[in-house]
């Protein structure tokens, strides 16, 4: 016969009705229900509570309590209180609440037990209502009762109404209990109400339960979700009594705090005591190792668990692979994640928030597929990380049937799928779809608003994100740093200086001015409003000055053509100990190409192979355009070669390379080959794509290509592809055509194109599309020098030489002079710059003489140079 354990109900009756307890037990045979007819007799015997019971811990399967029940009815036994409790009990637990609530139903004298367990069992599954109904029938209540309810309500997202029921149960003189206290305790932890948890503290050193372990454990847990992680750690040392339990909730704590060194010295400590590892303790320390993203003290933990024979345990794995994708290791993740015997939703959601946080969308989805085929089923976090999947490759058909699954899965009204939804369509522009989703929202929290700002700043809506702004202001949602990101955005594309300060001034008011990110942005936004001295300040009052602060300086400086400024803010941040990030190093090399600083280009790329940055995509890109940029075509072919992977931006720098060099045939090659990789062009290659062919005065081409970006790529032109095509028209002689396209341009045309028809109407002597371009120009800027040099050039080259002299003369009378060519060179890490008929330089005297020597050879071999003056400077046009 099988050893049994002695359930707590028969303690409890033999205890308490020791009479009931003897009468309880007529035994039956176990052949009866358990054995086959054809199988001889045996002879050991079972009682009917002993089933039940061995049902109720799962050592026996269900049918076979339900057996047993039947043969009870059947054989005419008629069964104790004692023994109907037990048949309650297994119903109960194996999750048979209908069964339980007929037994309940006919028993003719149900005790103080049998009303806990109907109350236990209801409220253990969620229904309140039921549990509520039962409670409020008993007669006699005692602390069982009370926490069963308690437990139940605080279960299921009940927060207030655990202490309501507390209160009653001190009115009616119902003397609480340690598990009491802890459920309470776990209340204040769920609502951060710390003034309720020390009033409840007080009430538990009052009572005497201030040495009890569980108690103890549940009050520094509540202290540590209450962000009160000293008071935590004060009754952590005073406990009389630790267990694995407190040891464990005071490492949650000081995770949950951010003190995550401090969890990891915890950790040690707990080893050095010999107090055993469990899942929550090894889950908390995993959690801290991602947070400091340290791989080596997270590998040694995965190692620690492996040892301890964790290595299979779903809870534990979880963490493991959590902590590797946190820490940039896909890899690692994938073998945990393959590694794991029985892959739960939470170590699906892992995985694939891992691969979304690790810019692999692709992947995210395709986990997903794997995920749906198991029938693991799918929560909030699931739809969270596809739908963020879907934003990272701005997929919006994808994102389309994620909306449709959410809906037919009944997630389609949870805020925490709402809100990450809203945020894909924003990202894959589609703001009338995000739009509907907001204004359909039930409730609106900080990150519904939030999205639904930055899905229209992301998309050049500055003037919709700011009254949204607005409009969150109004509805009284306090904005937080992600809110004022988003709109400082915007202020910093529409230039819109004086909405940023008013927002600045905000930000100060609600005391966040202190704000390291917000800081950053402040910054970013006054560099691209042209405030570069406010920047600096603001740079310099943020206390903690972080990579991305400093990377919105050195943007700031190379956006206002401050390459030099930008390189020496470089040079201090490496010397304040930052280590610098991709977007660091990719605006030192654009600093680096503006200059044509190839000796500083190079010097960085070292630093980036160092820092093992070279495989990153956005970085190589960087360096193919840095180095064609200061006229090494050669090794921006190298770069581009190398590269591990291209995306649009790759290809976008190799093609303007060859176009920049006059390689106009390669470009087009590039192209081509750009489409047949299945990359998809963007707008800037097709510029790239014009020009090169406008190098080449390929009207045909370029005029096929310009109908492909429209037809066939369904992107829209800007002013820079109609730049482009007057060029390739006028340079065609077709001037007259080059200015119908102008008026024809769905908006105004700016400056840059007005001096591309006037650059080729010099070309082919067409003056009086000249004369309109010209005059085009200073309707737009008046004090633009240029058009007066471009039309006199123009005059000069039909032989109208009286309108040339007028130029002159309205050029000397508004006191306009041509901006002087420069040029500059890099020798031993110093920059030498030129002007036109400059002589600062220290050596300008032997320059003019090589200079002169020059010219001398060149005239010899045929050629017959201008040489330049301040008087004959128009000539150089």
Known sequence: MVKLGIHPLRVYY??????????????FTKTSFLSKPDQPKPTPTINFSQVFQECSNKKLPIHVGKQAHSHMITSGFTPTTFVTNCLIHMYVKCSHLDYASKVFDQMPQPDIVSWNGMVAGYAGYGYMELAQSV????????????????SGYLRYGWCSKPVVLFLQMGQVGVRPDHTTFAVILKSCSASEDLELGIQMHCLIVRMGFDGNVVTGSALLDMYAKCKSLRDAKCVFREMPIRNWVSWSAMVAGCVHNDQLLDSIELFKEMQREGIGVNQSTYASVLRSCAGLSSLS????????????????????????????????????ALKVFDFLPDRNLQSWNAIIVGHVRNDQGFGALQLFRRMQITGVGVDEITFSGVFSACAAIQGHLEGLQMHGLAIKSGFDSNVGVENPMLDMYGKCKSLAEARKIFDMLGRRDAVS??????????????????????????????????????????????????RGMEIHDKVIKSGLGSDVFIGSALIDMYCKCGMIEEAKKLHERIGKQTVVSWNAMISGFSLQKQSENAQLLFSRMLDNGLTPDKFTYATVLDTCANMASIGLGKQIHAQIIKNELQKDVYISSTLVDMYSKCGNMADSLLMFNKMHERDF??????????????????????????????????????????????????????SCYFQSMVDDHKLEP???????????????????????????????ADVVIWKTLLSVCKIHGNVEVAEVAASSILQLDPQDSAAYILLSNVYAEAGMWSEVSKMRKIMREKRMKKEPGCSWIEVKSKVHPFLVGDKSHPECGEIYNRLDTLIKEMKWVGYNPVKCNDEEDEKEE
């Open 449 to 498: 608003w939030n999205a639904i700002i930055a899905a229209y700043e992301q998309n050049g809506n500055e003037e919709e994100t700011f009254l949204l702004f607005l409009k969150m202001v109004r509805s009284g949602m306090e904005p937080d740093q992600f809110t004022y990101g988003s709109v400082l955005k915007a202020c910093a594309s529409g230039e819109a200086l004086n």
């Open 718 to 748: 800007q002013l820079e592809h109609y730049s482009c095509m007057v060029d390739i028209i006028g340079r065609s002689g077709r001037v007259k055509e080059a200015l119908k396209m102008i008026n024809e341009m769905p908006f105004g």
């Open 14 to 27: 033999r205890r308490e009705h020791p009479f009931l307890y003897r009468t309880s037990f007529k035994t």
């Open 135 to 150: 409670f409020d029938s008993m007669l006699v209540r005692d602390v069982v009762s009370w926490n069963s309810l308690i």
């Open 297 to 332: 003290l997270g590998s040694q933990m995965h190692a620690h668990t492996l040892k301890n024979g964790f290595g299979t345990d779903a809870i534990v794995g979880t963490a493991t692979l959590d902590m590797y994708a946190k820490c940039n290791n896909l890899v690692d």
């Open 649 to 702: 931006v790759s290809w976008n720098a190799m093609i303007c390379a060859y176009a920049q060099h006059g390689l106009a045939e390669e470009a087009i090659n590039a192209f081509e080959n750009m489409k047949l990789e299945n990359v998809k062009p963007s707008s800037a290659t097709f510029v790239a794509v014009l020009r090169a062919c406008g190098y080449m005065g390929w009207f045909e081409e370029g």
